[in-house]
């Protein structure tokens, strides 16, 4: 079994401080955050940016500005910037990201309810987000929220709507309207992928760490961080993104799973080595 990618998650675009102080909004500590998780074991940092009133933005001049600053003081980790950003943003908005050229971003794999919003990534918008990362030599990471969102994803491989090259998912399981974040719909999602896959998978809220010890057993990533959840434990927030990756870590050691290092973590994902 390979070693364990654990990716933080460090702000998303939803959360505020209201619901936990330690959440970021500017640069420092979007830096901070992002420093926390790397230094307890994440090799992968999911990037959302904020103005600095907390107001989501994908400003490919604030992505720049936030990305370098964590190269800074993080300067292998892999970094996969958002080109989901908020529910309402329109397809062009969202890519701006992609006009960074990182070796990775996230494509999300359809429409689905997100909450009491409608999360909208049409046919045509994902043909659209394909385009511009084969274009701009981008791993995709396919974000998939419903069952059916690993099967477009699939069928836009097979008609070459997608980068060549093995494909990475994450399953993101437990939004509300969404699909459950159950070990079974876990189970049945990792058996239809292509042999060449990897996977990573996100247990939102509560089900952060139920569906995180199943997927270390299974072989599978992790993904934590405030976006996903903002508790350590039930009634505990946590003080910071790295305690969240800490715990993951703790996991995997019970398990007998070592971490990956951001080298390794290239590797494993099939991205280049680190330019020198």
């Not at 398990?255 to 290092?261: D, E, K, N, V």
Request: charge should be negative; hydrophobic fraction near 40%.
């Amino acid at each position: 079994m390979e070693k364990l990618i654990i990716t933080a998650a460090i702000c998303g675009a939803e959360v505020t401080k209201e619901q936990n102080p330690a959440v970021p909004y500017t640069v420092e500590e979007i830096v901070r955050e992002a420093k926390s998780a790397y230094d307890a074991g994440a090799a992968v940092v999911h990037v959302h940016v904020r103005e600095d009133d907390g107001t989501p933005t994908q400003s490919k001049d604030r992505f720049k500005v936030c990305m370098d600053a964590i190269r800074e003081a993080c300067p292998d980790v892999i970094l996969i910037p958002s080109t989901g950003g908020a529910v309402g943003m329109t397809a062009e908005e969202r890519l701006q990201p992609t006009e960074l050229f990182p070796e990775m971003a996230t494509l999300d794999c359809g429409t689905c309810n997100f909450g009491d919003d409608v999360f909208e990534n049409n046919m045509p918008m994902l043909r659209e987000f394909g385009k511009r990362m084969i274009a701009n030599n981008i791993k995709p990471e396919y974000e998939c929220f419903e069952m059916g969102h690993l099967d477009t994803a699939l069928m836009m491989k097979k008609k070459g709507q997608l980068p060549e090259g093995p494909m990475q998912f994450n399953f993101v399981l437990g939004v509300p309207g969404c699909t459950p974040a159950t070990t079974e719909n876990l189970v049945w999602l990792v058996k239809s992928l292509p042999a060449d896959a990897t996977w990573t998978a996100t247990g939102i809220g509560r089900h952060a760490y139920t569906l995180a010890a199943p997927t270390i057993v299974m072989g599978g990533n992790v993904r934590v961080g405030f976006e996903d959840g903002l508790y350590l434990s039930r009634g505990v927030l946590a003080k910071s993104n790295g305690e969240l990756v800490e715990k993951v870590v703790r996991i995997a050691n019970e398990l007998g799973r070592p971490i990956a290092s951001p080298e390794e973590a290239r590797q494993i994902l099939s991205l280049p080595p680190l330019k020198k």
